[in-house]
């Protein structure tokens, strides 16, 4: 009867929910364990300047799961975030970047931080020690957070973005025009830098005239505001064209480079001729 089919359905939801639950315990396990055993590394990506010129990289977390093969960043920072192991995870990120980029002179580099983390009291002890350990020079760091940091006003953020800037660090707002920032919150920041988000890029081709003169309005408000402009995800030539004309002078996205290995980037200075060399 109908009972029974319920008592049916509610036994598939809960073994579903149990087998979601597990699958989820084992990749926290999997995580903790990647992380002991150093097995997540870091790729960098180009940043452009209207020349194509490399004026900067974007260090961004890969993870290859020893079943699941790559697991994908926007799975497993979330996941970190939920379990209590963003901490551990942003510090180990940033171990990694400083062990790769330190020698690296002329060329910033931009660190992505989660807004959980920056909510962390412990978090500028944890990347004062990265930085000591390293020698890292943070004049050569960027620090991207995203439009969520600055949601609600928190106390500890605040402070944790005003010592970041106090130590030389740029701060710079990611996927800038998806989330729900104010232009307040970009001056009570003291935000330095926007990234244009990869969704305004695509419009920018659009057909309609009104959705591109909103891409050139934000370009141009960021600009007004004595902000740095990058546009991100810029895939196409049509698309660089039109952020050029625009206004808009750094750029970021495959056209221009994968994100690869550091030991990579040497091999990419025909192509790239401003990457520094890596010593050491
Ligand atoms: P994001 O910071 O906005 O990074 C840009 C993402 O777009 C990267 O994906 C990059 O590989 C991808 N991308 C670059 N150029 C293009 C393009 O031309 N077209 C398209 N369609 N995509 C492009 P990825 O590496 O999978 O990272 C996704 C997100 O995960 C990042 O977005 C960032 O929010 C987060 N993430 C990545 N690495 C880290 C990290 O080290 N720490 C933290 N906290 N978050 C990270
Ligand atoms: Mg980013
Ligand atoms: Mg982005
Ligand atoms: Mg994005």
């Not at 994908?72 to 975030?81: D, H, K, M, R, S």
């Amino acid at each position: 009867g109908a009972k029974e089919n319920g008592r049916g359905r509610a036994a598939f939801f809960e073994a579903e929910m149990d087998a979601a639950l597990r699958r989820r315990r084992a990749l926290e396990g999997d995580l903790r364990r990647a992380m002991a055993q150093g097995d997540l590394h870091m790729v960098y990506q180009a940043q452009v300047d209207e020349g194509r010129h490399v004026v900067g990289l974007e260090a961004l977390v890969r993870w290859t799961h020893p079943a699941h093969g790559n697991i994908p960043p926007v799975i497993f920072v979330p996941l970190a975030e939920e379990c209590g192991l963003i901490g551990e995870l942003g510090e180990y990120i940033l171990g990694r970047v400083f062990a790769d980029t330190a020698q690296w002179r002329h060329c910033p580099v931009a660190i992505n931080i989660s807004a959980l983390q920056l909510r962390q009291t412990d978090f500028m002890a944890s990347i004062t020690r990265q930085v000591a350990l390293h020698a890292a020079d943070p004049a050569n760091y960027e620090i991207e957070i995203t439009e969520t940091v600055l949601l609600g006003d928190d106390p500890v953020t605040r402070d944790n973005i005003a010592v970041l800037k106090q130590e030389g660090f740029t701060i710079a707002l990611d996927d800038f025009g998806t989330g729900y920032s104010s232009l307040s919150s970009l001056q009570r920041f003291a935000i330095d830098k926007i990234k244009i988000d990869r969704l305004f890029v695509r419009n920018i081709q659009s057909d309609d005239p009104e959705t591109r003169r909103l891409v050139h309005a934000v370009i141009q408000l960021g600009q007004s505001l004595g902000l740095e402009v990058i546009a991100e995800g810029v895939e196409t030539e049509t698309q660089m064209a039109q952020l050029l004309t625009a206004g808009c002078r750094r750029f970021q996205g495959y056209l221009f480079g994968m994100p690869m290995p550091a030991d990579a980037l040497p091999h990419m200075r025909d192509v790239f001729p401003s990457i520094p060399p890596v010593t050491g």
